[in-house]
C-alpha cells in the first residue's frame, strides 16, 4: 500500500527567505575536502593498484553493489524522488530512498536537494549554485565556469537556505535522524567491513575499503559532478529549456539516466529523463519495478504520457516564498505561472514520461 509521500508543504504567502542560510566554516570545508581529495587520489591509484593485481572478484562485485546501490540512491532519491517529487513512495521506501542517497557523500540529503532545488530555480542565471556559464561564454571563462560547476562550487563560502528551498526535508524526522548518523563514515566502512567477512581477513578488508570505498566513491563523485558541469555545455538539446541543459550520451550508464540532463530540465517532474527512443534510463526502471510492487505510485509505470505531463502534475520544488501545496499546479521553480511548458524541437520518437 502507498501513501502520498511527496515532499511537499503548503505554500503560504510570506516574503521570499534569503537564497543562502549561512557561511561554510572552515572546518566543513576541510572535512569535505577530505572526503573529496582522498577518494580522488585513490581513484588515481586504482589503476597501477589493479595492475599489481591488487583487485579481487570479491572487491569488484562490493564495488559494483556500493556504486549500483549509492548511484541510485542519488538517481532515484535525491534527485527524483526527494527534489523533485516525480512520484509518490511507500514511508519504508523514502526513508531508504533517503539512506541510499546519503551513503553517496555527497552531502546531506537535506543540503543535496536545497541545492538541487536551486539550481533548477536559478538555471544558468545568477543564483544558479553551479552554473558552467558563469564566468562567461568565451573559451577561458567556460574553462573556469566548468571548473567551478564540477567541484569549485562546494568550497564557496555560502550554503543554500535549507529552510527555503527545503522545508520538507528538514521536517522529516526520519530523514533529519539519519542525517545524524555518520552516512559518510558508514558508507566507507561498510564495503570493508564486507570484503573482511567474505574473505576473512584483514587483506580482504583493506582492499574492500580502497574499491568499494574510496574508488567507487570517487566515480560517483565525478559522475554525478560531470551532471552539474558537462550537461550544461556539451550535447544535445533536443528539448527547449530556459537554460543551457544537454543531453550527453556516454554518460547514461554511469549516471543511471541522469545524463539526459536536456529533458529532465525541460521536465523536471517526469520520472524518467531518458524519454527518446534508445535513451537508457535504468533509474526510471528501478522507478518502475517499484511501481509494479506497490512501493510506489506515479512513476513511469502510471502510463502519464507526454513531456509536459509531470509538470501538469508538478513536484515538491519551491517557487518564490514556498513551497507548492500538494495536488496544486505544479511548475518549474523559477517559472512564472501561464508560461508555456517547453516543446520538443523536432519530433520525438518517443517522447513520453511513461515507462
Ligand atoms: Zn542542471
Ligand atoms: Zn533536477
Known amino acids: 500500500m502507498t501513501s502520498s509521500l511527496r515532499p511537499v508543504a503548503l505554500a503560504v504567502r510570506t516574503p521570499p527567505k534569503p537564497l543562502d542560510e549561512g557561511r561554510r566554516t572552515v572546518t566543513m570545508r576541510v572535512v569535505m575536502g577530505i572526503f573529496v581529495v582522498v577518494p580522488f587520489l585513490a581513484l588515481l591509484a586504482a589503476v597501477p593498484v589493479a595492475w599489481g593485481r591488487g583487485l579481487s572478484w570479491t572487491d569488484a562485485a562490493i564495488a559494483l553493489v556500493a556504486y549500483t546501490v549509492t548511484g541510485l540512491g542519488v538517481s532515484i532519491g535525491l534527485h527524483r524522488y526527494l527534489t523533485h517529487g516525480a512520484f509518490t ?25 536545497a541545492d538541487h532545488r536551486r539550481h533548477h530555480q536559478f538555471s544558468d542565471r545568477e ?13 577561458r571563462g567556460l574553462a573556469r565556469g566548468m571548473a567551478y560547476a564540477h567541484i569549485g562550487w ?32 558508514v558508507s566507507l566502512a561498510l564495503p570493508a567491513l564486507a570484503g573482511g567477512l567474505l574473505t576473512w581477513s584483514l587483506y580482504g578488508a583493506v582492499t574492500a575499503f580502497f574499491w568499494g570505498g574510496l574508488v567507487r566513491v570517487a566515480v560517483l563523485h565525478h559522475v554525478t559532478w560531470s551532471i552539474n558541469s558537462v550537461c550544461h555545455v556539451i550535447g544535445e538539446r533536443p528539448f527547449r529549456s ?5 543531453n550527453f550520451w556516454p554518460l547514461a550508464i554511469l549516471s543511471f539516466g541522469e545524463s539526459w540532463h536536456n529533458s529532465h530540465h525541460a521536465e523536471p517532474g517526469c520520472a524518467r529523463h531518458g524519454v527518446l527512443r534508445g535513451q537508457f534510463d535504468s533509474a526510471a526502471r528501478v522507478i518502475w519495478c517499484f511501481e509494479r510492487l ?24 519551491p517557487g518564490r516564498g514556498g513551497v507548492r501545496a500538494r495536488g496544486s499546479p505544479g511548475r518549474e521553480p523559477g517559472r512564472r505561472p501561464g508560461r508555456r511548458s517547453p516543446r520538443p524541437r523536432r519530433p520525438a520518437g518517443r517522447s513520453s514520461c511513461a515507462g
Do not use: C, K
Open 89 to 113: 513512495a511507500t514511508r519504508w521506501l523514502r526513508v531508504a530512498l533517503a539512506l541510499a542517497g546519503g551513503l553517496a557523500v555527497e552531502g546531506s540529503p537535506t543540503q543535496w536537494v
Open 127 to 139: 543564483g544558479d549554485p553551479h552554473s558552467p556559464w558563469r564566468y562567461g561564454a568565451n573559451i
Open 154 to 185: 562546494m568550497f564557496g563560502r555560502n550554503l543554500t537556505n535549507r529552510r527555503r528551498f527545503a522545508p520538507d526535508l528538514l521536517a522529516d524526522r526520519d530523514i533529519q535522524r539519519l542525517e545524524r548518523m555518520w552516512l559518510p563514515v
Open 242 to 246: 530556459r537554460d543551457r541543459a544537454t
Open 294 to 317: 506497490g512501493w510506489a505510485r506515479g512513476g513511469p509505470a502510471s502510463g502519464r504520457a507526454g513531456v509536459g505531463a509531470g509538470r501538469r502534475r508538478g513536484g515538491p520544488a
